[in-house]
């Protein structure tokens, strides 16, 4: 352990005092909780940084989508305030790049942000009242509401069984936050774990859960890249961007497919996309004048580039995004059968 975690010792333990606190204290419901009439379900994390809860909440969505879903989220780095349910003007500036990227993806969900979850839950029940499951995204720390399933995620890079206390590590509240859960999942997880790998996995987790809770493996799954720009066919060549927690996954799986990273702009988790830094990418792919090179992002990336005012400046490149999914690994009961046992029956209530 470097020498600096040493020093943030004694901070690690004043923050983690702090949270068990504050756990206790809504643990005993001194401050207000709010359970909603209807099933929510929350995905969420222990630690700071990505963990995989974007393509997550998608898969849940889906898997789900005999009911009225809907997503909640925070809405971080949005421009607007307070509640905001997502219409045909919704954009990543005013909802935040990751649910705006629900409503590109999701279709068939309705997507709302809102700092305050318990009023945007209620918000959400006013508007939409044939609402049949709400997924909360990014709320595990979020005791305000009481959600009927927590979904716990981490990982397996970076497992939370193995972190520390902020800021000591990236742990936002002590492991036995974890007890919270109904379910874990461990993320972005190499092709082949062995039994005895996934087994040793979930002996280190269940010592923090409840009893009998069940711990799932899933691996990312990379589709084919989606033309964003005029050009329909990827080069072999990539100028990379992204603006996510960790690419390093990304980088590695284009390096086995066989593309050649001509250069990697790896700007910080949830970057704004200024004029400026497309008209970085823009000068720099103009300087190589290779048109066997394209511009691959992800996702979440891409969402941010559609404002009218940068599209002037990139339109007319050979621009792509790269989906991504999970896969998750045979296991009995399966994940979609504990998933859908949440959600017996439309208008069930998983509160009483």
């Avoid at 222990?46 to 925070?74: C, D, F, I, M």
């Avoid at 996510?244 to 590695?252: E, R």
């Amino acid at each position: 352990m470097p020498a600096l975690r040493y020093l943030l010792y004694p901070f690690a333990l004043l923050y983690g005092g702090i949270m068990r606190l504050r756990n206790r204290l809504y643990d005993l419901e001194v401050f207000q909780v709010y359970k909603a009439p209807i099933p929510v379900i929350c995905v969420g994390n222990l630690s700071v940084g990505g963990t995989g809860k974007t393509p997550q909440v998608e898969y849940l969505a889906r898997l789900l989508q005999s009911h009225k879903v809907a997503v909640l989220s925070r809405g971080y780095k949005r421009t607007t305030k307070g509640f905001v349910l997502a219409d045909e003007h919704a954009s990543a500036a005013t909802l935040g790049d990751e649910p705006f990227q629900y409503t590109q993806s999701l279709p068939q969900v309705r997507v709302a942000v809102c700092e305050k979850r318990a009023a945007g839950i209620q918000r959400l029940l006013q508007l939409l009242p044939d609402l049949e499951v709400i997924l909360l995204d990014d709320a595990f720390q979020h005791q305000a509401v009481k959600a009927s399933r927590y979904l716990l995620l981490s990982d397996y890079n970076r497992l939370f069984t193995q972190d520390h206390l902020l800021p000591m590590g990236l742990l936002r509240e002590p492991r036995s936050g974890a007890r919270r859960a109904q379910a874990v999942v461990i993320t972005k997880c190499p092709n082949l774990l062995s039994a005895d790998q996934q087994q040793t996995i979930k002996n280190q987790v269940q010592r923090y859960t409840s009893p009998n809770t069940p711990v799932f493996f899933s691996q990312i799954v990379y589709a084919a890249a989606v033309p964003v720009g005029p050009a329909k066919t990827l080069g072999n060549k990539l100028i990379l961007v992204t603006g996510i927690a960790n690419a390093q996954p990304l980088v590695s799986h284009l390096q086995n497919e066989g593309f050649e990273l001509v250069r990697h702009f790896d700007w910080p988790d949830h970057a704004a996309v200024t004029r400026e830094r497309v008209e970085e990418v823009v000068v720099f792919y103009f300087g190589l004048q290779d048109p066997s090179v394209s511009i691959l992002m992800t996702q979440k990336d891409a969402v941010k580039w559609q404002e009218p005012a940068l599209r002037l400046l990139w339109g007319k490149l050979p621009l792509f995004y790269l989906p991504i999914a999970n896969a998750f690994a045979p296991q009995e009961p399966s994940f979609d059968e504990t998933i859908r046992g949440w959600v017996p029956s439309k208008g069930s209530d998983l509160n009483s």
